[in-house]
C-alpha cells in the first residue's frame, strides 16, 4: 500500500497494497487552509531522541477514559497548557482502509456505526469474539489547542485504527475480512487524553509501522469520516520496532522495515517532528506509546 500525504484541501488519491487507484472522495478539511505550513525537514538529522526534546511530546497522560470511553464534551479548549507546546499535526491520507464511510477500494464500509465501537479496548472483534494477537500496547494521545497556547481539548472524539502484528487491516484483508478489531473510537477528557490499548502494529511493505487516526468534534458526529475534522498518522520508533519484530510472530514485519526508512516512507518523508510517539517498555511487559496531537481551533 502507498500513502500519499495530503497537501491541498482536494480529495486525496490513495493505493492500496497492490497498488490499486482509489479516489477517497471526502473534502478535506478547509480549516487546514489557516494553518501555519509545518517547517519539518529541518528536523530529519536530529534523531529520534532530538525530536522528542525538541517537540516535547510523550509526556504521560494523567487521566485516561473509562473502558466505555462514552462522554458528552462540547469540544471546547479547557486547562492552561503548561506541557511544551508543539506545532499542529498535518493533515495525512486515511489510507484505503478506514472503514470510516468512505469509499475506497471500491467499497464502502463504516465501522463506526457499529454498537460498540466506542471503547478502550481494540483488540478483540464486535462480532466474532476473536482476539488479534500481538505484543500488547497503550496509546495515549493528549489533544491541544494549538491557538490556544496548547490549552486540552475535551470532549473530542478520536476514530483509530491500525494494521495487525502481521500487517493486515480488518475488514479489507483477505485473512481478517471478517474480522473489525484494531479499530475503536475514545472521547477525549478533561486533560484532553484518550487511551487504547491495543496491540503493536506490523510493518508491511512500503510503509514506515504508524497509526492512523482521525478527530472529530464529538462522539455525536463521529459516525461517518465526513464529518471529521483532521487525519493523520503516528510513527514509532525505529528501535522499539525492531525489538517488537525480532521477538518473532510479526509476520515480514523485520524484512519489511529493512526496507524502508523515514526518510523514504511517503508519509513522513518531509518530517515526523509532530508525528513520532514516545514509547516505552519492553516485549514481555507491553509498551506504553504517548503523542500530543496539536490541533488548530
Known amino acids: 500500500m502507498t500513502e500519499h500525504r495530503i497537501v491541498t484541501p482536494y480529495p486525496a488519491d490513495d ?8 479516489d477517497l472522495g471526502l473534502n478535506a478539511d478547509l480549516d487546514m487552509l489557516g494553518r501555519p505550513v509545518l517547517d519539518r525537514r529541518r528536523v530529519l538529522a536530529m534523531g529520534l531522541l532530538g525530536i522528542g526534546l525538541l ?15 462514552t462522554g458528552t464534551g462540547t469540544g471546547t ?8 507546546c508543539p506545532s499542529a499535526i498535518p493533515q495525512e491520507t486515511a489510507g484505503p482502509y478506514p472503514a470510516d464511510g468512505s469509499v475506497v477500494s471500491g467499497q464502502s464500509v463504516n465501522v463506526l456505526t457499529r454498537s460498540g465501537i466506542v471503547r478502550r479496548d481494540l483488540r478483540t472483534s464486535l462480532g466474532t469474539g476473536n482476539t488479534a494477537a ?12 494549538t491557538n490556544a497556547s496548547c490549552a486540552a481539548l475535551s470532549g473530542y472524539a478520536v476514530y483509530l485504527w491500525h494494521c495487525t502484528a502481521d500487517g493486515n487491516y480488518s475488514l479489507y ?25 491495543t496491540i503493536f502494529p506490523g510493518c508491511y511493505s512500503g510503509r514506515w ?16 469520516a465526513s464529518n471529521k475534522i483532521q487525519t493523520s498518522q503516528l510513527a514509532l520508533p525505529e ?11 510479526s509476520g515480514n514485519s523485520l524484512s519489511n522495515l529493512n526496507r524502508i526508512t523515514l526518510a ?4 513522513f518523508n518531509d518530517g515526523y517532528s509532530t508525528q513520532m510517539a514516545t514509547v516505552a517498555g519492553s516485549v514481555a511487559a507491553g509498551y506504553t506509546a504517548n503523542l500530543t496531537v496539536g490541533l488548530a481551533r
Open 239 to 249: 528501535a522499539t520496532c525492531r525489538e517488537v519484530y525480532a521477538a518473532g510472530n
Open 134 to 145: 500481538g505484543v500488547p500496547l497503550t496509546l495515549t494521545l493528549k489533544l491541544v489547542n
Open 55 to 69: 517537540v516535547g511530546c510523550g509526556t504521560s497522560a494523567t487521566t485516561p477514559n473509562t473502558d466505555t470511553g
Open 209 to 224: 509501522p504508524h497509526i492512523h487516526f482521525e478527530i472529530y468534534p464529538s462522539a455525536a458526529v463521529a459516525t461517518s
Open 77 to 84: 479548549g479547557t486547562g492552561t497548557g503548561t506541557e511544551s
Open 173 to 197: 484483508s483477505s485473512d481478517v475480512v471478517g474480522e473489525d478489531y484494531l479499530r475503536g473510537v475514545q472521547v477525549a477528557d478533561s486533560d484532553g487524553t484518550v487511551t487504547f490499548t
Open 264 to 267: 523514504s516512507d511517503n508519509i
Open 15 to 22: 493505493h492500496d497494497h497492490h497498488d490499486d487507484f482509489n
